[in-house]
């Protein structure tokens, strides 16, 4: 056939069709010729200088463009230095993670912790009742941080930033998860200066109120069960009493002295206050008050997925094992 007809039957330009066959007949393939391209604007020596100097700490990782040029002595734009780290050296400008920072002893303790508890089925943590407190503020912000990382180092120390454990702000509530069921939402006491609860509050309105109810309903649905609370000050004193006196009727628990400090990847409930959050950040119009953001909070609450606690509650054997793989680091949940 002539090139014309091919042209005809493979809507290809004539012209190219002769350069394909031409190519074919003098290199037997129709590969695009090897092309050398433009040379490198930063050689390979200086692509590992800059590696190294994003790596060196906690500051450089947070480095803007310009500081990392300038460092590395490379004459190249923004643009070009942040081509080279993302495709070169396979770095990404991610956002800053936030996780609790952990002391050495800490780590210890979460380990051990982990450890004990890992040989534990899902049907084993479905007894277990999670309680927490969580804080929340109308038009509440948070400033962006960015990092240069790889993706495996998602939740590596110098990757992430440190979570404030905030007190009262507008409002603050207490609740409890188990696999299956959720407590009431209990709106704690408001505080001159955003004061923090005390353990006598905390026996009243929480451990000989909601929390005992809740104890006493799984106890007669599914036997001996769990309770676990977390390290907080108004948790001791009157409360460490208060559960002495409950163990007599069968209470079974984790509180301060027992629950690993700084874990909220160990409390689930912590990932169901994210998706609290979540919900009412979702709202058209946004809490502008107290009273609207109460009602937000107790409407939400009644309209969570059981499906997200119970999946929730079935991940807890994986977070032991991330726990342990971690030496007792922070994890991703």
Known sequence: MKYTEIERETTV????????????????????????????KIDDHTIRRIKKYICTDRETRRAPLQDITE?????????????????????????ERKRC????????????????YKD????????????????MQTGSNGKRVYVWRYPEEEYDEDCTG?????GFEKVKVWGCMRFGKLSK??????????GKLNAEEYCEVILNGEMYDFWQASKLELGD?????????????????????????????????TWPSNSPDLNPIENLWHILRGNIRKHKHQPKNRKELVAALQEEWEKLDMKHVESLIESMPRRLQAVIKAKGGATKY
């Not at 590395?72 to 495709?87: G, L, S």
């Open 71 to 95: 460092r590395v002595d490379a004459n190249v734009c923004n643009k070009t230095m942040r081509k080279v780290i993302e495709k070169e050296i396979g770095m990404g400008y991610r956002i």
């Open 225 to 257: 069960v769990y309770m676990m609370e977390d390290g907080a000050p108004y948790h001791k004193g009157k409360a460490t009493k208060r559960r002495q006196e409950l163990e007599k009727e069968g209470w079974k628990g984790w509180g301060p002295g």
């Open 13 to 40: 330009n004539a012209n190219t069709c002769q350069k394909i066959f031409t190519r074919w007949k003098e290199t037997g393939t129709c590969a695009d010729a090897h092309r050398e391209g433009a040379p490198k």
């Open 185 to 194: 939402l209990i709106f704690l006491p408001e505080h001159k200066g955003q």
């Open 120 to 135: 534990w089925t899902v049907e084993d943590w479905k007894k277990v009742c999670f309680t927490d407190e969580m804080g």
């Open 162 to 166: 440190a979570t404030v454990i905030q």
């Open 101 to 116: 920072w952990l002391s050495k002893e800490q780590k210890a303790k979460r380990l051990s912790w982990a450890k004990k």
